[in-house]
């Protein structure tokens, strides 16, 4: 088994999407320095379609403060002028679904921030587009090196 963070992601081609997971215990560390690090990589295009997979959030413990205010700071990593943004957070229920919820909220006053949410993967690939191998397969790889 390998460590996984508990907030990483990668990027897929063909077509092109930001794939972030999220697994075991997340806090508001984790969610900041996360998206510090998104937010340079050079990969990160305007328009990038981004997947959130919070199935494998087992708990969280989130400063609510500290949190806003980092995620008042979105709007230089998505300005508004780079056209609307597509992210899909497929988030089973329980805290998957609470943590997804906690996600969108931040976006909420935005005009170009579109947000689907699925319950399945099944759904969160129809709302992708359709079947993807590339992503299914990284996803299966992501539940093998989860900790029991």
């Known amino acids: 088994m390998r460590d996984v963070m508990p907030i990483d992601y990668q990027f897929?081609?063909?077509p092109s999407l930001a794939f972030i997971y999220y697994q075991g215990h997340i806090t508001a560390d984790?969610?900041?320095?996360?998206?510090?690090?998104?937010a340079k990589e050079p990969t990160l295009e305007p328009g990038l379609p981004h997947f959130f997979d919070f199935s494998r959030v087992a708990s969280y413990d989130i400063d609510y403060p500290k949190y806003f205010a980092f995620m008042a700071q979105l709007a230089d990593i998505y300005p508004q002028e780079d056209g609307e943004q597509l992210f899909v957070f497929y988030a089973p229920e329980g805290p998957p679904a609470e943590m997804a919820e906690m996600a969108r909220k931040p976006w909420e006053g935005s005009k170009t921030a579109i947000i689907r949410a699925a319950f399945t993967l099944n759904e969160a690939l129809?709302?992708?587009g359709g079947p993807r191998a590339d992503?299914?397969?990284l996803i299966d790889r992501l539940a093998e090196d989860a900790p029991a």
């Open 12 to 14: 897929l081609s063909n």
């Open 126 to 128: 129809d709302i992708l």
């Open 30 to 38: 984790d969610l900041i320095c996360a998206a510090t690090r998104f």
């Open 135 to 137: 992503l299914v397969s």
